[in-house]
């Protein structure tokens, strides 16, 4: 049972427009959610967190928005650049609990120069 | 470089030898987890630990794995009598604490092969 979906598993964008990766959730107890990028042979690097208390957070090109009611996250990455090139996981955890992460399958972004 | 430290990168081993990945957390880290990736799919949380305890071992496989993070030195993660299934990506992360704006920061994996 996937409690976080990432239900495209790649997606392609140009040079300079927006990329948006959209990650949703079953666990309405999820109340932390992070999205990290990984590059081929290297671990998962944070990009960006989000608690359910805020539903945006903003760090320079990257923005998470945060529907609790929906149960979904998404990450806009505005203006895309090929170094972005990577695959992003959403994951969410209950901080109450401590940080067992529930890591998504993943979508793999190509941003085309 | 205060990272997280993983090693060896690459592992080889035949099936029913022993692997022993170990992982150093970032310095002042005292919350180690490890994850494994199988191919095409995404990262599987295996077990959490704090120095000298485990404190979430849901994900571990019941026969074969077992973690620790002693008080002095890096975690290990065991895995015995290696079969082919076993072949993954191991991803150890450490964060500051449990909780909000504490994220995993994670290691570049250690890449088991069981032939």
């Known amino acids: 049972d996937q409690q976080v979906k990432q239900n495209s598993p790649s997606l392609s964008v140009q040079e300079g427009r927006i990329s948006i990766l959209n990650c949703d959730y079953t666990?309405?107890?999820?109340?932390?959610f992070l999205w990290y990028k990984k590059y081929p042979a290297e671990g998962p690097t944070f990009l960006i967190s989000i608690s359910s208390i805020k539903d945006k957070n903003e760090d320079g090109r990257f923005t998470v928005f945060l529907n609790k009611s929906a149960k979904h996250l998404s990450l806009h990455i505005v203006p895309s650049q090929p170094g972005d090139s990577a695959v992003y996981f959403c994951a969410a955890a209950r901080s109450a609990d401590g940080q067992n992460f529930v890591f998504g399958p993943g979508t793999r972004l190509s941003v085309l120069p | 470089n205060a990272g997280v430290m993983q090693n060896p990168r690459h592992l080889v081993r035949r099936r029913g030898q022993e692997a022993r990945l170990r992982c150093s957390p970032m310095?002042?880290?005292?919350?180690v987890y490890w994850y494994r990736q199988l191919p095409e799919e995404g990262l599987k949380f295996m077990v959490y630990?704090?120095?000298?305890?485990?404190?979430?071992e849901s994900g571990m496989p019941k026969e074969r794995f077992s973690a620790e993070f002693p008080k002095e030195g890096p975690s290990i993660l065991r895995i015995q009598q290696v079969v082919r299934g076993d072949s993954a990506a191991y991803f150890c992360?450490?964060?500051?604490?449990?909780?909000?704006?504490?994220?995993?920061?994670f290691g570049n994996g250690t890449r088991l092969t069981v032939t």
């Open positions: 992360a450490s964060s500051l604490r449990q909780g909000d704006n504490s994220p995993l920061h």
């Open positions: 666990n309405s107890m999820f109340d932390y």
């Open positions: 310095k002042g880290h005292s919350h």
């Open positions: 630990l704090q120095k000298e305890n485990i404190i979430d």
